[in-house]
């Protein structure tokens, strides 16, 4: 063994020992990175040194951890694998020693008087991750010792830094979770626009640190975005430009019914240039029952500043935005309609209707009708229903205490609570103990709501049921009556409320009937009420009719047997039947 061999052999060891302490003591990304650097300069004199992750979608090199760069070339500049010495390093998947870089065509010149390098790429599982980069301002600064340490230390590290990197971004993806929940849960809460507007910049602020800022809506006609609230490096500001819908990076956003981000707006013609500064871009449609009602717009002076992650993030925040915005903005318009009294609820009465679904769901093993009728204008009973994932859906019908216009308010409260926990698809007991967690934070005295929230899987033909003080569901199969024995106290009263959840496998035939308070109590001029049993005679009676009729049925007893008299409160009925034959598979 040689001299140089046997120097080279007794650094091995402490080396090591020095390497799996870093790897075994840190999941902090920036800690881990930092004491690479440490652990190099120990085995390696360098002045500029760099550790550059790879972009796997854009196969660039970035800067994540850098010694001797200017701010500006760590944070702008991007290596495309295979071009200069660390491009090279990577697509080569080995190390890269240059002892004069002036001779050699490959070097990407970043840093002034820089006379070699050595460039080590960073491999996982052979997958690359990115490089490790070192440079001199002396000629024939890097020997082969070097180049060997540098690739026993990266071979080792990459490790450590892939497993840091994935617990940053795990850490970073929960607290984001954790956050949007909380502004979720807060938005849903602001009924005032202009309040509500101003509310979302100040939350979106602690998720991504934009420079600019705006919230475009749409106007009326449905033509052009109006700027409703903008923000320039953290002062309001007010922009009179409005922008026609497909024009501009906005445009696109609210036609293509989805986000665009754009890294360099110099090189994206779409981009209407309205701030000097912006030099990255990320507009997300506000969607409401898919229909857009406005853009999220970001702007900021740095190129390539948003990334997928905002993208994401925002994206799944606009949903909640969104409901937040038409939620603010419906309990604008329902109050201004009290101030008119009796000429101003029918349009309440529009506006209500509106919220209802414009059309049952087309189930492929499954019937569904429904129907509301207010005993005012306006009232507070409701029912919905909600897409899931994996051939499911959500079926919801509701009754809040009161009638009239304080009803419907709060009724259309719940139904942006409903909503704003939707996304997630939670079961039905976790549904009514996440709307009472939320109206139990805005508790309003007198106020509450009675639930039933089901959950109907069309590939497997099962339900599952939960109830928060509605009258118990009618389950009609095999030619007789079952009473679905589902209670629970109301939403919006008690903290601490459980639900029980109930599950049913169906067959074709198989008949659920949901109803509110309104069609029990109903009474006639002798006091007496129309009852469950009066329903369950009606259900018995006609084993084989559609829910159309089933629904219709129900509604001229009722109105029969009240003679005409003033209904005292809300009647909903929803009704569901497995269609004949749902058994059978293709």
Sequence with gaps: ??????????????????????????????????????????????????????????????????????????????????????????????????????????????????????????????????????????????????????????????????????????????????????????????????????????????????????????????????????????????????????????????????????????????????????????????????????????????????????????????????????????????????KRLERDLAMARTLQVRLLPPAVPKLAHLDIAAKFVPARAIGGDLYDFVGYSLSRTAIVIGDVSGKGAPAAIYAALVSGILRSHAPIEPGPAEMLSAVNFSLGERRIEGQFVSLIYAVWDDRSRTLQVSNSGLPRPIYFHDGKLEIIEATGLPLGLFDEAEYDEFSFKAKPGDLFLFFSDGILDASNQAGDLFGRERVGEIVAAHPSASVDDVVKLIFEAVNEHAAGGEAFDDQTVVAIRVKAGAGKRK
């Design 1 to 338: 063994m040689t001299a140089t061999q046997t120097d080279f052999a007794s650094k091995i060891d402490p080396l090591l020992l020095e390497v799996a302490d870093v790897v075994n003591t840190t999941l902090d990304l920036d800690t881990t990175l930092r004491r690479v650097a440490e652990l190099v300069r120990k085995v390696i004199d360098y002045e500029i040194f760099a550790i550059l992750l790879l972009n796997e979608k854009t196969q660039e090199l970035r800067f994540r951890f850098q010694v001797g760069y200017t701010k500006e070339v760590a944070e702008r500049l991007r290596i495309r694998v295979g071009e200069g010495v660390t491009g090279i390093a990577a697509q080569r998947r080995e190390a890269i020693l240059v002892a004069d870089v002036s001779t050699d065509p490959r070097y990407i010149s970043a840093v002034p008087n820089v006379h070699s390098e050595l460039a080590v790429p960073l491999i996982v599982k052979n997958r690359l991750i990115g490089v490790i980069d070192i440079e001199s301002p002396q000629l024939n600064h890097f020997t082969e010792e070097h180049k060997r340490l540098l690739t026993l230390i990266a071979s080792r590290m990459a490790v450590g830094i892939e497993n840091a990197r994935l617990y940053t971004r795990t850490t970073r993806q929960a607290r984001t979770l954790v956050l949007l929940n909380e502004i979720a849960r807060e938005l849903t809460s602001i009924l005032n626009v202009d309040e509500l507007l101003k509310r979302i910049a100040e939350l979106l602020s602690r998720l991504i640190d934009y420079q600019m800022f705006s919230i475009l809506l749409v106007d009326p006609a449905g033509d052009k975005l109006q700027h409703r609230f903008s923000q320039r490096f953290l002062e309001n500001i007010q922009l009179k430009h409005d922008i026609p819908m497909g024009r501009g990076v906005v445009g696109a956003a609210a036609e293509l019914k989805q986000a665009v981000l754009v890294p360099d707006v110099t090189k994206d013609p779409r981009y209407i240039k309205l701030n000097p500064e912006t030099r990255s871009e990320l507009a997300v449609p506000l969607i409401y029952k898919d229909k857009v009602i406005g853009v999220l717009d970001l702007e900021h002076t740095r190129r390539g500043f948003f990334t997928e992650d905002h993208r994401r993030t925002v994206t799944t925040l606009a949903a909640q935005v969104a409901i937040a915005i038409e939620n603010a903005r419906l309990y604008e318009e329902i109050a201004r309609q009290e």
